[in-house]
């Protein structure tokens, strides 16, 4: 999976090992170091994102990670629209991933409640106690704490010291001074016992015991690792479940046979067949048949897609209606579904500023708390508190400090917001996007194709007193169904849409400039210009001149319509407004955003759209060219706004890279999804307010982790260095601080659509 530009290219590497922040941070200042590199690491993902120099090898960057004792390889290509055809990841590996965390944890659990029972309850400190706990405790320290002694001494080894070290420290200096207080302090003697405190009190240390607090603290932490393992499975679940919409298997013509082959093996050019409530195999053009396409699962649009000869299909989206035979264009990584789970996972890769300062606190926090440790315990020592309490505050400042949640706060965050969003159509490029959603108060609207469908449609229909609407629409509509003008065919496509099968002319011709004329039904007709009519001493009633005068105002083409020697209609034909744009305006206004409409098409069109939609007048900015786009975005920056620009064509595609924030329409050019920063895989103008409110929430809950982390560590270290948390209570802290910011990140699940 590497992509390669001039003299660089760029790999993800699956990294394998890391148990915390601290473990990322180290990878990644490592392969930092290295010329030519630039990394990011991910401990949320378990990914590193390199950018190298020809210099570099992919191999060498293995050897390096591997060289700081964790292991790296490159991750299996995504599987999307005929992509790879192997097993896919399934919950049987993730559980097998688990299982061995699992097994420590019940182990861990099963063995420290009665550790810590017979701890905190005096009546139950029968006479050898301590000695049943010692034999219950050690299991927990040594196997099911392992992982934890494990990486302590890989990283001490590469003189380094990660949360694990603290764990591993902290643990297992609690189990060693039982032990010595057992056998050679007076901890051992039968009978002994003493009460449980949640603070410190100053004692001999000799006749003290912590195996409550060694295993304790093993148990939690666990349970936290545990359940964070499975909460950040869940956090990616919305990618996994994109990757995995793709059909598995597809029909495909060969030699006039149909031939059931695996998606992996379909080609460019390769036609294959989609029987109703089959799956399409990847993206294609049809080529026989007609169908409605459910394509709800990539869009979130509800209502299927009619689609027949000619028009385009995605891959993974449902046919819902009759057998389709499809040549494909797209398969493998080029399918718009693997460019979708591939934007996905690269936002989810990504680090906002806030966790970018949060990677360097908690890659200095371990030396520091391991610091403040030995001075809790020197200065413990130095008042004549005892050996006891310096040695259980020391401990507790060790097991508190873990900044996990500190690591987790942006990544879980974004894997969420952004799988959550991919589920909603719609698709966020990177973290640093989310900021900029904030700060915007002024949103650029293309006209055509963003608040307008893109395309002429057949908007109003006059008549002359005494003419039918239903023999207007036969006429001019069989008639303009031989033309391929888009004019001509916005007529003819209306015409169809309201009275059915449109006759077939018996003669026809093109008049340039002017329109056409023919026989149908019997009829001598004509449609084009007034000056077509004139042609023919034909001159347009009062009434339908008014309306004619009237359409044009407004910026409509208007067309007319005789037979027979009598100018019998007026048609308005027009880049219509799409139903939900002038909800979407309402819904934008709402998120604090001034909609500014900007077109290349005239005053009178730009104004009368406005008014549809809602835009005022003032806030219209029209005949621009394509060009220039650009240079109005950034006349609004100079002005002091913070710009989000929506545009789907070529032409947008500089403007939407000049905007503080890009938003692309996903039915537009490749060229404008490419440079946007948010792209909206619906043609609805509503999915830019959701993507908004949704960029935002996802940015409200990272700072709220990051808050929560930070105030925990804070608050928490103190109390520990003064002797008022007892070191299993500080274990349970710790871990609840991790699964508190994953479960916090996984409420974003819950966002829905305005129109849901």
Known sequence: MTTTTTGTAQVELAIGGMTCASCAARIEKKLNRMDGVEATVNYATEKAKVTFTDGVSVEDLIATVEATGYTAREPAAPRGAGGDDGPPPGEGQADEELRPLRQRLVTAVVLTVPVIAMAMVPALQIEYWQWLSLTLAAPVVVYAAWPFHRAAWTNARHGAATMDTLISVGTGAAFLWSVWALFFGTAGTPGMTHPFAFTIARSDGAGNIYLEAAAGVTAFILAGRYFEARSKRRAGAALRALMELGAKEVTVLRGGREVRVPTGQLGVGDRFVVRPGEKIA??????????????????????????????????????????????????????????????????????????????????????????????????????????????????????????????????????????????????????????????????????????????????????????????????????????????????????????????????????????????????????????????????????????????????????????????????????????????????????????????????????????????????????????????????????????????DGVNDAAALAQADLGLAMGTGTDAAIEAGDLTLVRGDLRAAADAIRLSRRTLATIKGNLFWAFAYNIAALPLAALGYLNPMIAGAAMAFSSVFVVGNSLRLRGFKAANA
């Open 282 to 647: 990847t993206d294609g053009v049809v080529v026989e048949g007609s169908s409605a396409v459910d394509a709800s699962m990539l869009t979130g649009e509800s209502v299927p897609v009619e689609v027949a000869v000619g028009d385009t299909v995605t891959g993974a989206t449902l046919n819902a209606g009759g057998r389709l035979v499809v040549e494909a264009t797209r398969v493998g990584a080029d399918t718009q579904l693997a460019r979708m789970a591939k934007l996905v996972e690269d936002a989810q890769n990504g680090k906002a500023a806030a966790q970018r300062l949060a990677d360097r606190i908690s890659a200095v926090f371990v030396p520091v708390v391991i610091a403040l440790a030995v001075g809790t315990l020197g200065f413990w020592l130095g008042s004549g508190a005892g050996v006891t309490a310096a040695f259980t505050a020391a401990v507790a400042v060790l097991i508190i400090a873990c900044p996990c949640a500190l690591g987790l706060a942006t990544p879980t965050a974004l894997m969420v917001g952004t799988g959550r969003g991919a589920q909603l159509g719609i698709l966020i490029k990177g973290p640093e996007v989310l900021e900029n959603t904030r700060k915007a108060d002024t949103v650029v609207l293309d006209k055509t194709g963003t608040v307008t469908t893109g395309r002429m449609t057949l908007l109003a229909l006059h008549t002359a007193d005494g003419t039918d609407e239903t023999d207007v629409l036969r006429l001019a509509g069989g008639l303009e169904n031989a033309s391929e003008h888009p004019i001509a065919q916005a007529v003819a496509t209306g015409a169809a849409a309201r009275i059915g099968t449109l006759p077939t002319p018996e003669d026809f011709a093109n008049i340039p400039g002017l329109g056409v004329q023919g026989i149908v039904d019997g009829h001598a007709v004509l449609v084009g210009r007034e000056q077509l009519l004139a042609q023919w001493a034909m001159e347009l009633p009062e009434s339908l001149r008014r309306a004619k005068e009237e359409a044009e105002q407004t910026g409509r083409t208007a067309i007319a319509v005789a037979w027979d020697g009598q100018a019998r209609a007026v048609l308005e034909v027009a880049d219509a407004v799409k139903d939900t744009s002038a909800e979407a305006v309402r819904r934008l206004r709402a998120l604090g955003l001034t909609p500014v409409l900007l077109t290349g098409d005239n005053e009178a069109v730009a104004r009368a759209v406005a008014a549809e939609v809602g835009i005022e007048p003032r806030h219209v900015i029209a005949e621009v060219l394509p060009e220039d786009k650009v240079q109005v975005v950034k006349r609004l920056q100079a002005e002091g706004r913070s710009v989000a620009m929506v545009g």
